[in-house]
């Protein structure tokens, strides 16, 4: 095989991660600047908004030139796992450029609400294929030591997080579509909920079984990035004007019981990741703590003020500054991440050339 050959292969779906990496950090200081109005920070976010766009369309097009310079990697991803869970992560991307992208340019919503519903419900079905399809494959390949990890989670994650922009697009829409998007909501978070205790278990149990590799380490915050979701989830469905509501009590109480979850999940990546991830070598994986995080400090920012509004003040700040310190870590960890990548790339650059 050639050089160019041997480029091409390493631009499988995992790469889509850059991107959204990206556009979640555009997401997390769109929504601090909101909170703080803290002006500053809708300038830096929209510069993220921008590069995520970038890499978005760039590693989409050498995704498709990997398939079609090499055909039989098609198969072999559709026969992957962990591939096919992170083809989901191409229409998640474009779904989260959508919020930050109406997020950074409200005036805007409007002008683009036909485009972005029909971006909502393409993004929403292909999602719900690929967690399709996984399911089918999970059942039906016969399944290598190791192969289950918590890269699966990825689809239900996926799916759950459409609620973002399908809130974004209730005000504008009509009867019909407004209920749809209500009931879409209610699916993708019972798909989220038990694909988390399903898969998730399953997961656990491979990473401490089976899988100690260094490069699988980042992926063990993948689950925060669940409970996030869920949570913003429920917060959503306790204030919306459906039959899928939830009591404003029940929420407040369970999404406090998932964000413990987050918060342990957290505390024992960043255990895990300063054991080991100083002596990984260079790779893409360590994309894997962008998403989790930002979503982890949405739900925070979230919930501290429902908490402060009912008068549990030291609650309150506690979240206050763990969103804050998640945001923080998400930025490390979008540096760290790019750094790596650019070393990355380089070492197979070099070993190809030589």
Not at 42 to 52: E, P, S, V
Not at 61 to 83: G, Q, Y
Not at 211 to 228: D, F, N, Q, R
Request: with cysteine; net charge positive.
């Amino acid at each position: 095989m050639s050089n160019r050959g041997s480029m091409s292969r390493i631009f499988s779906p995992e790469w889509f991660s850059i991107a959204l990496g990206t556009l979640a950090l555009s997401i997390v200081l769109d929504k601090f600047a909101e909170f703080f109005s803290f002006k500053p920070l809708i300038y830096l976010g929209t510069i993220f908004l921008i590069l995520g766009c970038f890499f978005l369309l760039v590693i989409a097009f050498l995704v498709a030139r990997r398939a079609v310079n090499l055909s039989s990697v098609i198969r072999e991803d559709w026969n992957d796992l962990n591939k096919i869970s992170f083809m989901a992560v191409l229409p998640l991307s474009v779904l989260i450029f959508n919020v930050s992208l109406v997020g950074y340019f409200p005036h805007i919503v409007k002008q683009i609400y036909l485009f972005s519903t029909y971006n909502y419900f393409i993004d929403f079905l292909a999602i719900l294929f690929i967690s399709l399809f996984l399911g089918y494959k999970l059942y039906t390949k016969e399944l290598a030591i190791g192969e289950i990890t918590y890269a699966l989670l990825i689809p239900p994650v996926a799916l759950s997080t459409t609620t973002l922009l399908g809130v974004t697009l209730l005000p504008f829409l009509s009867k019909g579509l407004d209920q749809l998007i209500y009931f879409q909501i209610i699916l993708g978070l019972g798909i989220a909920l038990f694909l988390f205790i399903f898969l998730g278990s399953l997961a656990l149990a491979s990473h401490a079984k089976d899988i100690k590799t260094l490069e699988s380490s980042p992926v063990i915050i993948i689950p925060m990035g669940v409970a996030s979701i869920i949570v913003i989830n429920i917060l959503v469905l306790s204030k919306l004007n459906s039959i899928f509501i939830i009591p404003a009590s029940i929420a407040i109480t369970t999404s406090m019981v998932l964000w413990g979850f987050e918060l342990w999940n957290f505390g024992t990546a960043l255990l895990v990741s300063i054991a080991k991830v100083p002596q990984m070598r260079p790779s893409i994986s360590v994309w894997a703590y962008t998403f989790p995080l930002a979503i982890f400090s949405i739900s925070s920012l979230q919930l501290a003020p429902i908490l402060f509004g009912l008068n549990y003040v030291y609650p309150s700040y506690l979240l206050y500054g763990i969103s804050i310190a998640a945001a923080i870590g998400l930025f490390a960890a979008w540096i760290y991440s790019s750094v790596f990548t650019v070393v990355f790339l380089s070492r197979i650059h070099k070993r190809l050339k030589g």
